[in-house]
């Protein structure tokens, strides 16, 4: 199971492809998670899909942008440090670039008060500190979409 739930990730994590056909529900809400960390992309994507969620992955910051400029997801789970471009550079182009901002929650194991206040500035939604309990994830995930 741990190998097919890998090469399912893989897949999805390009940020040329299309998501396998569009969920046969329209009010299903999509979240992109945007992590370098398969092993907590695959926690987050396993619990969420669980709950009936439709999941896109990026792999880095880039990838994030493109997959949240192509597909307008419903909500992006953005870790904050990532290769190629950081979470808090995703969430300054996302929060220019759209007339209606999409929600965000920035997950970080940074401690410092100074990167939370920042992103707050930028207008994170939320924002969660690495380790979290799924709980939380999903409590911030269904008041963010309710």
């Not at 390009?14 to 009010?27: F, I, L, R, T």
């Not at 471009?85 to 182009?93: A, D, M, P």
């Amino acid at each position: 199971m741990a190998v097919k739930r890998a090469k399912k990730v893989s897949r999805a994590v390009a940020a040329d492809e299309q998501p396998s056909g569009s969920a046969a529900d329209p009010s299903t809400k999509r979240i992109l998670l945007v992590d370098d960390d398969p092993e907590i992309i695959e926690s987050m994507q396993a619990v969420l899909e669980s709950r009936g969620y439709e999941i896109l992955v990026a792999r880095d910051g880039n990838q994030g942008l493109v997959l949240a400029e192509a597909q307008n997801p419903d909500l992006v789970v953005l870790d904050m440090m990532m290769p190629k471009r950081s979470g808090f550079l995703v969430l300054e182009k996302l929060r220019r670039s759209r007339p209606n901002p999409m929600r965000v929650i920035m997950i970080t194991a940074n401690e410092g008060s100074r990167h939370k206040a920042y992103a707050e500035m930028l207008g994170v939604d939320d924002y969660i500190r690495k380790p979290f309990a799924m709980d939380r994830l999903l409590e911030s995930v269904d008041r963010l979409l309710s």
